[in-house]
């Protein structure tokens, strides 16, 4: 009778996760954030630029692309990294204003946030995590 060993070698520990990690999200599906209100999915956690912005009513991620939104006409707005062209995202299904979208930013440094988007915290929630 042949005894599995105890010790496995790290490279088998790093194939194991990667697989097991694989399997669970045929499984669970992919992390996701949805509405607070609805639960409509909004966006993908790999969509996550940044979890470090500020919203209207705290903190805020910056997502590289959301789904099932509304966007609102644009309008310049006076942000805390200057002026920015922005337009509101809503929920598709439920109206929750979730957000923002950046169409143009006024200055050179703020370039890289244009056609990104500013999802509150306080309005989506995590789901299959």
């Known amino acids: ?26 499984v669970v599906g992919p992390r996701m954030y949805s509405c607070c209100n609805c639960r409509n999915q909004i966006a993908l956690h790999d969509d996550v630029i940044s979890k470090s912005f500020q919203g209207r009513n705290g903190r805020a991620f910056l997502f590289s692309h959301a ?29 929750e204003v979730l957000g923002w979208k950046y169409g ?12 990104k988007f500013i999802l509150e915290k306080s309005k989506i929630v995590k789901e299959n995590w």
């Not at 009778?1 to 045929?26: G, H, K, T, W």
């Not at 509304?70 to 707005?77: N, Y």
């Not at 143009?104 to 056609?115: I, L, V």
Request: aromatic share 8%; hydrophobic share 35%; with cysteine.
């Open 104 to 115: 143009r930013a006024y200055e050179e440094t703020q370039k890289y946030k244009e056609g």
């Open 1 to 26: 009778m042949e005894l599995c060993p105890v010790v496995s070698s790290y490279q088998e520990d790093i194939e194991f996760v990667l697989i097991y990690n694989c399997l669970m999200a045929d």
């Open 67 to 95: 789904m099932n939104i509304m966007v609102g006409p644009k309008e310049d707005r006076q942000l805390m990294t200057g002026l920015h062209t922005v337009a509101d995202v809503y929920c598709c299904d439920c109206r």
